[in-house]
């Protein structure tokens, strides 16, 4: 008998999820939630699809022109590897075993990708610009979204959730969306034309330490130390923590329940509770649960938009934190070079230690297929959650376009390629992608740029402009040897190119030349 595999429960036995088929009369046969009706398949890759059946039985699998053959081990679990097929859809995938069948329709194959972060990767559609909300694409049967739902874990989970699924793209499938990830997805749909797929897999207030699994952590073992002595002492706060909480939630739902009583808005957020032993935001128990899951869903990369929670904590090792994340996502998914791109934060007034943040997540470009969106100038000063997250996602997506996909899309501002020594000034020369030119705001006098001095104290530079290039001094420093640019939590911006790409932060030494 066929029956759709939408119809899977998730039972939680031994601290573990194991799935099976809900339909009456079902038997051992069933895949992965992941493979549902509606499903996206990446293409020119092998594709791992796994599920259960009775121990040691043969299991084949039909999709396209291809049948391929598995038998069942003998705790029932079988994996069987499709061999890459091209863009195209939709088509049915047929799952059979001895007595049972399972059919999955409306499969397209093309781009699929998996974004993962904190609130400004989970922050939805539906919180945007108006104008931008208006802007948003037609109902589109071959751009499909998957939301996974918010779960933590002690330990590795199986199965994603029950309820997570396949999602075909219109107005109200993206409203509670990842709006980064639509517009990344969008701009992939308009530019490559094919099928495209985006999980999303996202955690407000969380730290990048709850998206790392036990072992992502065991080559960096200092780092390792750090995180989890910040943890135990979060866990040494919690019961005084709680308390304070329930004071504060009490107060707060009383002066909730005066005001609803006289008719009067309230407006006041409720307090959030302390981190602790069962929180979210744990180490190890996004991997777990939201990570863990997926896995080895083929994708074709990671969007990553993660940090705000770390800066305060974590500046000075935040980098090695994300190859950390990186080198253990990519080990566990099997692709050493699977493409990441992350996003560096903009500009936000209040951010705690956010210009040596953005420093170390530069550090992590050193890694393999890796590419950093730089949203300098699309914060918001006094918002850690910018509304503006459309450029965001098209800025995420002509990053993929050029590394990944090899088209000729402008993705750079301009970057400093000479940071000279002139007597007692600086002499700073930029480089624009071709077709580009480099832009100064205000035109006579760009500002933000700073000179370290002997005694390591960087000091506001007096620019001058001479031609394309600037010259930086400061009239109390004779020997400059270094100078940054943009550095702080809301910096001041004065060098675009004319597509209006800023130049990312800087801090670099002053080469001394003959």
Known sequence: MLYSPLFLRAALLGGHVVWAVAQAMAGDLSVHPLFGDGAVLQRDLPVKIWGSASPNSEVTLSFRAQTTKIKAEANGSWTAVLTPEPAGGPHSLQIKSDEEALEIKDVYVGEVWFASGQSNMQYRVRYMKAEDRLTI????????ILNLRQRASDTPQAATHVNDRWLTVDEASIRDFSAVGFFFGHELRTHLNVPIGVIASSVGGTSIRSWLSTEGLTTLPAVKSKVDQAWEQTLSKFPTAQKSYEVTLAKWTGAKTIA?????PFLEKPPRAPDGPNSHRRPYGLFNGMVAPVIPYTVRGVLWYQGESDAAEFSDIYGSLLVALMRDWRSRWGRPDMPFLFVQLPGYADGKNWATFRQQQTSALTEPATGMAVTID???????HPRNKRPVGERLANLALRNVYHLPVHVDGPKPVRVAREGTAV???FVCEKGARLVFKPETSPSGFEIRNASGVFLPASVKMDGDTLVLSHPEIMAPAEIRYA????PALSVFDSSQLPVAPFLAPVEILP
């Open 137 to 144: 694409a037609q109902p589109d049967g071959a751009f499909r």
């Open 427 to 429: 002499r700073l020369n």
């Open 260 to 264: 609803e009583a006289a008719g009067q």
């Open 487 to 490: 550095w702080s939590a809301w």
């Open 378 to 384: 699309l914060g918001e000063e006094t918002n850690v």
